[in-house]
């Protein structure tokens, strides 16, 4: 009877013990306990912590007004109707079209377009919200656009002014894509206007 | 009788014409709100907000009566060719040009009279009202689950101590017969132990060795945040935006593809939708209303504020690597094609992002034993050749390339 004894406060002792190191894990808002973290927590300042050493306490700082990124062409047009316009009359596609340009420009679509211009390009995508349920398809031909020409019939230079500044209910897309992705991007949209897909 | 005959027979024809007309007119009627609501959500409804409150987007919000104060023959002229109008001096059109910073609308010449009518019917009796939080519909379907399995579980305990129950009532039954001395159920199950303490003995030792097993997989979790899940400063929903919308996930962490972050998205991205989008359900507005506040951008009249002190919205990182060890999110993205599921779980079903893996080295070691390396890959060039006649054109899996290599990550 006195080992028994012995066994049931040995397993009571190892179960409370038991409970104590389960809440060493991560849970909700507890990201757990670390066993020397030092390396967990930089020593440097990280892009996204916070920095003492400049005024607004963030690491990420703005570019310094009046300069550019290294390579960087910045694009000459301005963010107006007559830009608009003049970009579609004036630019070209600066990259020469082949298949594997094509096919990049495809999965840049689905990445960055899909959603809202649908995968034909017919204005059906994925989100739901009734601001971006008008969206014009690419293969119309009857309704005019601020071109004066229709959907089918828009230049390069327009779509790639719209990608850059946004159009309408569009948002501007240059921070995430850049101006290489912008044109591989309005291939495919060319690609999408003859509606063969 | 006759006549009579020819009465009755007349108001049947009256009225069957009379429902006839009816029909007609309810049906025209019908179709043509139909018709407009159509022609509105396909071609209006990314510049027009049609709803109880008249929001502007592009243009102004069509609901709260807005249109009339023109004539119906000054809205088809406007529709048809706005440019036209304002270009032949109309006041009004030149009015609202200007109110709505001289952004053209485009034209609609193709629009007939009648799909016009159609179009003015609709917006005159504004969109029905279905509001539905989907959110809350997913949640009470999640707790249902687990809801069932706990009855399922309560009933089969029920049902067992039913079982002793009827057993002992059996026991004592016969007993009884034989006129023997009864006990309850509880009485013979302390005096079974007592002559047994073995069993007690066992028990114990079960429990000790689960309990063991318990404290030594509570130690393997000390530095390991799997399972975290930080409330966020901003209630984003990974399930609204990736699963339910479709939005890849490039949009947003654009810096996957390119750097050895994946990145948060600077607000500017979040503004390409909720520039026009500013919540449906009070929550929404809510949370909304917060990347607003932090950027200074006034919903009312779609403008930033100007020299409003923008904020950051602080956002509480979820996965985080200690500094010794080196991962790059473009590697596995764009050369080895890793789907981002592979380690962050479902996150398109994630309304609050939880870390998915341990992200322990042993986890990232099993990856590179398993994953096999694409070597059509142009990335690898001509290395790959090498490898195809090293191996005799066996699989070949990234530990073979160098992905066990203590220097790839540590250094």
């Known amino acids: ?197 | 009788m006759t006549s009579q005959h020819c009465k009755s027979n007349g108001r049947k024809r009256l009225s069957l014409f009379a429902l006839l007309f009816f029909t007609t007119i309810q049906l025209g009627f019908a179709q043509s709100i139909e018709l407009g609501e159509e022609l509105f959500s396909s071609n209006c409804a990314s510049c027009h907000y049609l709803g109880p409150e008249s929001k502007k987007l592009i243009g102004p919000g069509l609901a709260d009566h807005t249109l009339e104060e023109y004539t119906t023959e000054w809205l088809y002229s406007w529709i048809r060719n706005s440019a036209e109008l304002i270009a032949s001096g109309d006041e009004a059109a030149i009015a609202v040009y200007e109110e709505y910073n001289k952004s053209a609308m485009p034209a609609f010449p193709y629009f007939s009279d009648e799909d016009l009518d159609n179009v003015l019917a609709y917006i005159e009796q504004g969109p029905a009202e279905v509001v539905v939080d989907v959110a809350e519909v997913g949640v009470d379907g999640e707790a249902s689950a687990t809801s069932n399995t706990m009855v399922v579980l309560v009933a089969a305990l029920v049902m067992l101590l039913l079982f002793a129950f009827v057993l002992a009532r059996i026991k004592n039954v016969l007993k009884e017969i034989k006129g023997q001395e009864t006990s309850s159920l509880l009485e013979s199950a302390l005096i079974w132990l007592k002559q047994t303490p073995i069993v007690i003995a066992l028990f114990c030792i079960f429990m000790l060795l689960y309990a063991l097993g318990g404290a030594w997989d509570g130690l393997l979790t000390v530095g390991v945040q799997k399972g975290y899940q930080p409330e966020q400063p901003i209630a984003f929903s990974h399930k609204i935006h990736a699963g339910e919308n479709g939005v890849d996930c490039n949009y947003c962490h654009s810096g996957a593809r390119h750097s050895k972050s994946a990145g948060v998205p600077s607000a500017n991205v979040c503004m390409n939708c909720h520039t026009y989008i500013a919540g449906e359900s009070e929550s929404g507005k809510e949370e909304i209303a917060k990347i607003y506040d932090a950027i200074g951008f006034d919903p009312e009249s779609r403008t930033y504020i100007e020299g409003y002190e923008q904020k950051p919205i602080e956002w509480i990182r979820v996965h985080n690597l200690p500094d010794l060890a080196y991962f790059n999110h473009s590697q596995h993205v764009n050369v080895a094609g890793v789907e981002c599921q592979t380690c962050h779980g479902p996150i398109e079903e994630m309304e609050v992002v939880e870390q998915y893996s341990s992200l322990t080295m042993g986890w990232c070691i099993d990856c590179h034993r398993e994953h096999k390396v694409d070597t059509a890959n142009a990335y690898y060039h001509d290395l790959s050749e090498n490898w195809v006649e090293k191996y005799h054109g066996e699989d070949i899996s990234v530990d073979k390339i160098g992905g066990l290599e203590c220097g790839k990550c540590h250094y």
């Open chain 1, 1 to 197: 009877m006195k080992k028994v004894n012995k066994i049931v406060s040995l397993t009571l002792a190892t179960v409370m013990a038991t409970l104590v190191l389960q809440s060493c894990g991560a849970e909700g808002n507890h990201p757990g306990y670390e066993f020397m973290p030092n390396m967990y927590r930089s020593a440097y300042y990280d892009t996204y912590t916070e920095n003492p050493i400049f005024e607004n306490g963030i690491t990420s700082q703005l570019p310094v007004q009046g300069t550019i990124p290294r390579g960087f062409v910045p694009f000459e047009y301005e963010n107006t109707l007559e830009d608009y316009l003049k970009a579609g009359r004036a630019l070209k596609n600066p990259i020469a079209l082949n298949d594997k340009v094509l096919d990049e420009g495809k999965q840049l679509y689905q990445m960055f377009c899909q959603h809202c211009h649908g995968a034909d390009g017919d204005g059906k995508g994925s989100i739901s919200h009734p601001v971006y349920g008008g969206i014009p398809s690419y293969t119309d031909e009857v309704a005019p656009r601020r071109t004066g020409s229709s959907m089918s019939e828009l230049k390069s230079g327009h779509i790639f002014h719209a990608l850059t500044y946004g159009l309408n209910a569009m948002g501007p897309h240059a921070s995430q894509l850049s101006k290489e992705e912008r044109w591989k991007i309005v291939h495919y949209v060319h690609e999408l206007q003859k509606g063969s897909n």
